[in-house]
T-cell receptor
Framework: DTAVSQTPKYLVTQMGNDKSIKCEQN?????MYWYKQDSKKFLKIMFSYNNKELIINETVPNRFSPKSPDKAHLNLHINSLELGDSAVYFC??????????????????FGPGTRLTVL | DQQVKQNSPSLSVQEGRISILNCDYT??????FLWYKKYPAEGPTFLIS?????DKNEDGRFTVFLNKSAKHLSLHIVPSQPGDSAVYFC?????????????FGKGTKLSVKP
């Protein structure tokens, strides 16, 4: 019973194409994220959505457009793919709690990753 | 500029012995720290966390120690088992800041030999 799922697991495409990666979580969490793990193995956050609203956008090129149709889904659409976009993309989710006006959150649950290869 | 550093890319330990994985951070605003474990071709899995108001948190064979003055934390696994062989990521964040903005280290690959 997969908590955070991503499709596809592997994606091989040509430069200049447009592609999408889908993510779904069945944990009832209200916050979802996209991370990129590059060739140097760094895991870096790209976007965060809370209840379908964009919270974090970490200086990602605007060729990347996340879309959250509901709080259980956060899809990543990439336009005009470039060689440097080749990486593993991880989706994650967590439950954010508010206490006294300050946000706090539990641990993030990650999907299995999508390996994107741009040729 | 790496705010979270794991200076040992790999560690090899004999089964039954203690594994100690280290992590250093530079941002004194971090007040929540997590360890994740990752097997090949899978996503990271949460292991254990610690708030900056504590200096130790224990969960079974896993203990995380936090030394705020040194901006250093470590994960101890006792006893180590072959199934613990994986890449371990240290992560840090700030309460009240960007929601869920975890900053990850580069990871340490642990190999536990039978």
């Amino acid at each position: 019973d997969t908590a955070v799922s991503q499709t596809p697991k592997y994606l091989v495409t040509q430069m200049g194409n447009d592609k999408s990666i889908k993510c779904e979580q069945n944990l009832g969490h209200d916050t979802m994220y996209w991370y990129k793990q590059d060739s140097k193995k760094f895991l870096k956050i790209m976007f965060s959505y809370n209840n379908k609203e964009l919270i974090i956008n970490e200086t990602v090129p605007n060729r990347f457009s996340p879309k959250s149709p509901d709080k259980a889904h956060l899809n990543l659409h990439i336009n005009s793919l470039e060689l440097g976009d080749s990486a593993v993309y991880f989706c994650a989710s967590s439950q954010v709690m508010l206490a006294g006006g300050t946000s706090s959150y539990n641990e993030q649950f990650f999907g299995p990753g999508t390996r994107l290869t741009v040729l | 500029d790496q705010q979270v550093k794991q200076n040992s890319p790999s560690l090899s330990v004999q089964e039954g012995r203690i594994s100690i994985l280290n992590c250093d951070y530079t941002n004194s605003m971090f007040d929540y720290f997590l360890w994740y474990k990752k097997y090949p071709a899978e996503g990271p899995t949460f292991l254990i966390s610690i708030s900056s108001i504590k200096d130790k948190n224990e969960d079974g064979r896993f203990t995380v120690f936090l030394n705020k003055s040194a901006k250093h934390l470590s994960l101890h696994i006792v006893p180590s088992q072959p199934g613990d062989s994986a890449v371990y990521f240290c992560a840090a964040s700030k309460y009240g800041g960007s929601q869920g903005n975890l900053i990850f280290g580069k990871g340490t690959k642990l190999s536990v030999k039978p």
